[in-house]
């Protein structure tokens, strides 16, 4: 019986690309010792080195950012194998062409004895009778499923589907990756840069780097287009300035070093325009800091921290929108991660404002090392034992509920009784907490210890 579609092996289809392909594509790797990245997945003992050594094949879906390796693990493993290797993109594919790979694996098994690795890249867009469809075949093993998404799959894939699959979490590349993946390329003359005379300036180099993104595609190809525009000297030398890496990657490079003053007088102008109450002006260094390649995390834990110190309980959901926003990048991420960034700057500017609870911290620290290990009270020392009781720990304690939720009652060590450290301000709830704190303060001067 012949085979009724040609074999599609996607790793020599990558052997054998030429050189009018993208250099992305003429230098990915072909095995795990020349990839970059995704150490907790593919280091020493971890489950994709395993899986290679020991020539296994398991469902998986690879769920990670664009341009990180998840086409390329595919491969990898494929070829590791020996596996007959099909892939084509959800986007472009139906539930008939799903059966005709299902019937191509059938053969290849029944024929040949060679599984079937079937990679299907973007499977967040396949419908749910498009996954149905893999379903028992991914049981009975015809197939071995292999996905690659950028959602999250616990919300994309079936749960049939997915509980059949091993989720494996490909991280965002850092800019040290992507330096690492782009001088491997410059240095292979076989498939990468290496027969060229390429030298690229270090400002440049770092640019297309730090404006990629962790996107080692838009890295190699940005820096192959820079290497392009630039025109060879007498002796046949390319040198790739800023000015042309900016050209190549259609962006400006702003001023803004990640390491040094500028870095922190942007982050400065950012803080200061926030606590300021001027959403425009944040919103504009937002908007700089992510321009200029600034790491989104590194601007979504300020403005945690932000939302606690000078916010505070003026406006107690500033702190949980700040850790949405957080939340929100990491299960967006870019190029979209800077609109839950710019709500959440825009939200956190117009807040009211209070620095109460961040100051009384900083009192009570300051009374902590000045008078030492205090004493605590001990109407309010726990009592497990009976010889405690007896000396009169929790003597005297009242349980605030059985007294309507609250009872004069004095908490602090004898030498701070009547000491203030958190002093709400007129602004937002913190003027309704204040009033409320008045009442309970007015109850414990009431008491007599």
């Known amino acids: 019986m012949t085979i009724k579609r040609p074999e599609r092996d996607l790793f020599d289809a990558q052997m054998k690309t030429t050189k009018k392909a993208p250099l992305a594509d003429q230098i990915r790797p072909r095995n795990l010792k020349e990839f970059v990245g995704q150490e907790h997945l593919v280091g020493p003992n971890k489950i994709l080195q395993r899986l290679v050594e020991n020539k296994e094949l398991v469902s998986m879906i690879f769920w990670g950012p664009p341009g990180v390796g998840k086409t390329t693990l595919a491969s990898i493993v494929a070829q590791s194998v020996d596996a007959h290797f099909v892939s084509f993109s959800a986007v472009l594919s139906g539930v008939k062409d799903i059966r005709g790979v299902i019937e191509e694996a059938g053969e290849q098994l029944k024929y040949y004895n060679k599984k079937t690795i079937l990679f299907v890249d973007e499977i967040h867009r396949f419908n749910k009778a498009q996954q149905d469809a893999f379903l ?239 004493a605590v009270p001990f109407h309010i020392r726990n009592a497990p034992t009976s010889m405690m009781k007896d000396i009169g720990y929790g003597k005297g304690y009242k349980y605030p509920h059985s007294f309507g939720g609250y009872v004069g009652q004095v908490y602090m060590p004898e030498e701070l009784q009547g000491k203030e450290y958190y002093k709400p301000t007129d602004n937002g709830f913190d003027k309704v907490i204040k009033e409320r704190l008045e009442l309970y303060k007015k109850g414990r001067k009431e008491v007599k210890q």
């Open 136 to 374: 028992h075949h991914v049981e009975d093993g015809t197939i071995t499923l292999i996905g690659a998404t950028t959602e999250n799959p616990s919300f994309e894939v079936n749960a049939p589907l997915l509980s059949r699959c091993k989720v494996l979490v490909l991280e965002q590349l850092t800019e040290d990756h992507l330096k690492t993946i782009m001088s491997n390329a410059l240095q292979d003359g076989e498939r990468g840069l290496g027969n060229l005379k390429v030298e690229i300036k270090n400002d440049a180099f770092d640019f297309i780097a730090r404006l990629s993104h962790g996107d080692a595609r838009v890295a190699l190809n940005t820096m192959e287009a820079a290497v392009m525009l630039t025109k060879p000297d007498q002796e046949g030398k390319r040198t790739v300035t800023s000015e042309i890496a900016q050209e190549a990657m259609q962006r400006k490079a702003l001023l803004y070093d990640k390491g040094g003053e500028e870095h922190y007088n942007v982050i400065s102008a950012f803080i200061k325009s926030m606590r300021g109450s001027d959403p425009d002006a944040a919103v504009y260094w937002l908007a700089r800091m992510l321009d200029a390649g600034e790491d989104p995390l590194f601007i979504a834990r300020r403005m945690i921290i932000f939302a606690a110190e000078d916010i505070g309980n003026a406006d107690p959901a500033a702190l949980q929108l700040a850790v949405a926003v957080k939340d929100a990048f990491h299960f967006v991420g870019m190029p979209e991660g800077w609109i839950p960034l710019s709500q959440g700057v825009a939200y956190l500017a117009s807040a009211p404002k209070s620095n109460a609870s961040y100051m009384a911290y900083l009192e009570a620290l300051k009374d902590v090392r000045e008078k030492g290990s205090l």
